[in-house]
């Protein structure tokens, strides 16, 4: 009997070790099929990662031999434009085209080459940065100074505060002005900075700048300056800076009323416009006196029309069409577009982008391509093909970059191929900004 029990102990265990062997055996072939599938897979995927860094390759080679048609045609017809490996190619073929322009003839495309390169980490064409900051042609100082803040990087911020403490009054006053404009946060020491200058003129753009960046951080030390200022300019511009942050602790409404009347027209246009920044209703009735007011400085008026579009109303957009119209007075409504609500002033914007003034013409396709979105593609794809001036063509792909949408590539597309340097580097800053977006943030 217990030779019996001990033989079936062992059947018992011999049953169990086949069992577990089964499992392990079957464990094993799930392995090895499992792995080889990831073998086939990561080899597939090499290979397709390695056709993909010979066409990159293939685009370089192209567009260093000077045939950027046919750079554009090789991504066109290797690379779908919709999916990210597209925009990687069209971002490289873009920026491709971006170094050509270092070495231009023209040393204004080369320094927009240069600090359009910089938005991309690529400081390749430092040394005409440098050349354009010491350059005898002070627009050419300005453009640069632009071009750097425009990039919104920390380091070109950087240069800048280089250039700045070592820069004339022009300079000084160009860089305050221009990192205003940016509203980039890199900038926020050197405006602080700025705010301490004696020169009108830059402390007035370094206040605007902190107003712009909306960093309620710096709203005691707006408080600081305005409890020791004297300047009423400057009080003013205070003012609209807290205005601007949300702070109305200071009676900073009731101070730009009374700059409304001021007979200044400079004051009192700027007045206008921070009153429709203000969302303080108590300020309609006072635009749209100033509207009907024919005996105010016609910038003035347009101003207050402009702050208007703030509150939904659309009473002064009769005077401003009325002054598009007009040759004579167009160009005066040019520098407020970039003021206006575009819900309401849409069509306004659209109309003044056909005016036989080219400086109302560019500054329209400029606000709409700060201003406008998706729905705005189609109208400045459309005004391409009525575009007969290079330069409103550079600016309509300057605008569709700054929108940055999916639907923005097909009308950059042939641009590139354009004989003239202003569009074709336009057309290649406007898609690099465009796939970098799409690369970071899809198409939301």
């Not at 086949?18 to 990561?42: C, D, N, P, Q, Y």
């Not at 910089?118 to 632009?146: C, H, N």
């Not at 409890?227 to 109305?248: K, V």
């Not at 063509?393 to 641009?415: D, H, K, N, Y």
Request: glycine letters at 6%; one cysteine or more.
């Amino acid at each position: 009997m217990p030779g019996a029990q001990l033989e079936i102990s062992r059947a018992r265990a011999a049953h169990q070790l086949g069992a577990h062997m089964g499992r392990t055996l079957k464990s094993r072939s799930s392995l090895l099929i499992f792995g080889a599938a990831l073998v086939v897979g990561f080899a597939l995927l090499t290979a397709r990662t390695v056709v993909r860094w010979r066409e990159m390759r293939t685009v370089d080679q192209i567009v260093a031999a000077h045939d950027i048609p046919g750079a554009v045609d090789f991504v066109t017809s290797h690379f779908r434009l919709d999916k990210p490996d597209g925009w990687r190619a069209l971002r490289r073929l873009a920026l491709s085209i971006l170094h050509q322009g270092l070495d231009d003839q023209d040393p204004y495309e080369r320094c927009y080459a240069a600090t359009s390169l910089v938005s991309y980490g690529d400081w390749t064409g430092r040394p005409i940065i440098d050349s354009s900051m010491v350059a005898k042609d002070i627009f050419l100082q300005k453009a640069v100074i632009e071009g750097l803040a425009d990039a919104r990087n920390a380091g070109a911020v950087e240069l800048l505060g280089e250039f700045y403490s070592r820069g004339n009054r022009f300079l000084r006053v160009w860089t305050a002005e221009a990192l205003a404009e940016a509203g980039d946060h890199h900038g926020l020491p050197l405006l602080l900075s700025a705010t301490a200058s004696s020169d009108e003129g830059i402390k007035l753009w370094a206040i605007l700048g902190l107003g712009r960046l909306r960093d309620r951080r710096v709203i005691d030390y707006l408080r600081s300056l305005q409890a020791n200022e004297t300047n009423p300019l400057i009080y003013a511009a205070i003012a609209h800076a807290l205005l601007m942050l949300g702070d109305r602790s200071l009676g900073a409404t009731e101070l730009i009323e009374v700059t409304l009347y001021d007979p200044n027209p400079d004051r009192a246009s700027n007045a206008a416009l921070e009153l429709g920044d203000a969302n303080y209703l108590a300020a309609i009735p006072q635009l749209k006196s100033a509207v009907r007011n024919t005996n105010l400085d016609l910038t003035v008026r347009l101003a207050a029309a402009a702050g208007l579009t703030h509150y939904g109303n659309r009473e002064g957009l009769t005077l401003m069409k009325t002054v598009a119209a007009d040759p004579y007075t167009s160009q005066t409504l040019a520098p407020l577009l970039l003021y206006l609500d575009f819900g309401i002033s849409r069509s306004l914007l659209i109309s003044a982008m056909a005016s036989p003034n080219v400086v109302l013409e560019l500054a329209a396709t400029e606000a709409i391509g700060r201003l406008g979105n998706r729905d705005e593609v189609k109208i400045l794809a459309d005004a391409l093909g009525h575009a007969s001036e290079s330069i409103m063509i550079a600016q309509i792909a300057w605008s569709l970059g700054r929108i940055s949408r999916l639907e923005c590539i097909p009308p950059l597309i042939p641009l590139l191929k354009s004989s003239n340097v202003t569009v074709r580097y336009s057309a290649a800053e406007a898609l690099a900004r465009t796939a970098t977006r799409l690369l970071t943030r899809g198409d939301d």
